[in-house]
């Protein structure tokens, strides 16, 4: 049912750079921000970016987001051990009278 | 300090009609801009949003389960409440409220922005 689409998962050592990508369409993606969030092992989810590329307080500088086109994605910089966790992209959808989407999550594994 | 705690059945039969109820708050339901979406996470799934309402009382339905939701919201309570009819096993997950930061008004419809505040989640499961 995800409309956006995001590799299972992904990988790294301790330091090291993860993207995770997010592909969409010119509906959802392509017309409005995007959103990720972070979802740690039996917790509930918590926003990590905002409006594309931005950072709510308290999130470190490590995570950055970018948006081009119908994709975006999420960069975990100096990758840490408590960065393993599930992480999702979402937009609204302007199709079928506007509706969420979110991604088919990503699970990030530190090495 | 925003809290939002959902509460609710944690078993219900097929067939039956479950009432989920969203008590926010550190901010108020009748807050210009602001307001609360459901979103359901299956046992090892994906995150599916559900729906949403806002100050104004505009509201808005996944379109697979439009014909089962119902959402609400009672300001005086600071609660919010979803309804889905004719349960189903597949319905089994946890279900999550969440405050959504504010919307964006283009060419007449709402956008909402980012879901900044979530709840713990509640489990429910479908089972005879």
């Known amino acids: 049912q995800s409309v956006l689409t995001q590799p299972p998962s992904a990988s790294g050592t301790p330091g090291q750079r993860v993207t995770i990508s997010c592909s969409g369409s010119s509906s959802n993606i392509g017309s409005n921000s995007v959103n990720w969030y972070q979802q740690l092992p039996g917790t509930a989810p918590k926003l990590l970016i905002y409006s594309s590329n931005q950072r709510p307080s308290g999130v470190p500088d490590r995570f950055s987001g970018s948006k081009s086109g119908t994709s975006a994605s999420l960069a975990i910089s100096g990758l840490q051990s408590e960065d393993e966790a599930d992480y999702y992209c979402?937009?609204?959808?302007?199709?079928?009278?506007?509706?969420?989407?979110f991604g088919t999550g990503t699970k990030v594994t530190v090495l | 300090q925003v809290t939002l705690k959902e509460s609710g059945p944690v078993l219900v039969k097929p067939t039956e009609t479950l009432t989920l109820t969203c008590t926010v708050s550190g901010f108020s339901l009748s807050n210009a801009r602001l307001g609360v979406t459901w979103i359901r996470q299956p046992p090892g799934k994906a995150l599916e949003w559900l729906a949403h309402?806002?100050?104004?009382?505009?509201?808005s339905y996944s379109t697979s389960l439009k014909s089962r939701l119902t959402i609400s919201k009672d300001t005086s309570k600071s609660q919010v409440v979803l309804t889905m009819t004719n349960m189903d096993p597949v319905d089994t997950a946890t279900y999550y409220c969440?405050?959504?930061?504010?919307?964006?008004?283009?060419?007449?419809?709402?956008?909402?922005?980012?879901?900044?505040?979530w709840g713990q989640g509640t489990l429910v499961t479908v089972s005879s």
């Open positions: 309402i806002f100050s104004n009382d505009e509201k």
């Open positions: 969440a405050r959504i930061a504010g919307y964006d008004y283009v060419w007449g419809s709402y956008r909402p922005r980012e879901f900044d505040y």
């Open positions: 979402a937009a609204w959808d302007d199709s079928l009278n506007g509706r969420g989407v």
